[in-house]
């Protein structure tokens, strides 16, 4: 029997547990997994400057506000309200032709826009990566951003000569902690797509942008059917093309186009996004709430902390 129940708009004391991906979740596991990434992922995080950060972005880009770039910040306080956050972090469009959006802080949160970004999507679309931008920051993923960003080898292999091994071993367990950082944003990009159809409620604007990624600005010439036929053809292929896969995309910071728009068409035609824009999802720690006559709350569910950390990418 099909499910009539009406889609809520504003989810309340919704969890990042209700989007994140289950493949970003057990890569955070593995990587946690390995000795001494505490300490070293503490230690990266000291070294980011965030007052220094927020100035340039105050000095050399534009501030949006509701007298400048107003529809992008009804935009991001309508984002805001939908994953119930209690404070819109401020938003920056900074002149740039690199297709690229990031949040930027760990007290006071900034997003940066690209111009290119934002001449290049339509207003829905804006909407998915305004979503896409808050689940990073909810999910606490800015600090993994930040140091592939600052570049993570010198780091990493210090972690790797704390560990009981020798010789080539060092070196071997250097690279295989450096893919992994890599892997896991790769996978925490999933996550950030689904926090963006949670918010936009249009997976076809999600598949949009990303073709837009992939192919430029002029949609009459593409279809949104082809390109999903385009990323099962890249997913069924196996044999060498698994190999040659692993080699192309082992040190992006992205998931493929492709592969985005796939996971997204699957999650929005899973009962996972249908039950969540119902209503039934996890909730952070201290909500309650009644849906339908019936309480949704998941025992010992907690939230990370809303908009913390350094950095995160679109």
Do not use: C
């Not at 969890?15 to 070293?40: N, Q, T």
């Not at 925490?188 to 598949?207: C, T, Y």
């Amino acid at each position: 029997m099909e499910d009539m129940t009406p889609e809520i708009r504003k989810l309340r004391g919704i969890s990042s547990e209700a989007y994140e991906h289950p493949m970003a979740r057990s890569a955070l596991r593995m990587l946690k997994r390995i000795p001494g990434i505490d300490v070293f992922l503490k230690a990266q995080s000291g070294l980011i400057n965030e007052p220094v950060l927020r100035l340039e972005y105050l000095s050399s880009a534009v501030k949006v506000t509701s007298r400048q770039f107003a529809p992008l910040h009804e935009a991001l306080e309508d984002a805001v309200n939908i994953l119930d956050l209690d404070d819109a972090p401020e938003l920056f469009v900074q002149s740039s032709p690199v297709l690229n959006a990031m949040t930027i802080g760990m007290k006071r949160p900034i997003i940066v826009i690209h111009s290119a970004l934002v001449d290049l999507m339509d207003e829905s679309e804006f909407q998915w990566v305004l979503g896409h931008e808050l689940g990073h920051a909810m999910s606490g993923h800015a600090l993994y951003t930040t140091i592939l960003l600052a570049g993570i080898n010198a780091g990493v292999s210090a972690v790797a000569e704390s560990l009981p091994i020798a010789g080539t071993g060092v070196a071997l367990a250097s690279e295989a902690i450096r893919l992994g950082f890599w892997d896991l944003h790769r996978k925490m990009e999933f996550s950030g797509d689904r926090a963006g159809l949670l918010v936009g409620r249009d997976p076809a604007a999600a598949i949009r942008a990303l073709m837009k990624l992939a192919g430029g600005a002029n949609l009459r010439r593409m279809s949104p059917e082809a390109f999903i036929e385009q990323a099962l053809e890249y997913q069924a292929r196996g044999g060498s093309d698994q190999l040659r896969r692993f080699l192309l995309t082992k040190e992006l910071s992205h998931p493929v186009p492709v592969t985005r728009a796939l996971e997204i068409k699957k999650w929005a035609e899973g009962g996972e996004y249908q039950a969540v824009i119902k209503g039934r999802y996890p909730l952070r720690a201290g909500y309650q709430r009644s849906v339908g006559g019936a309480v949704y709350a998941v025992a010992g569910t907690r939230s990370r902390q809303p908009l913390k950390g350094p950095l995160s990418e679109f």
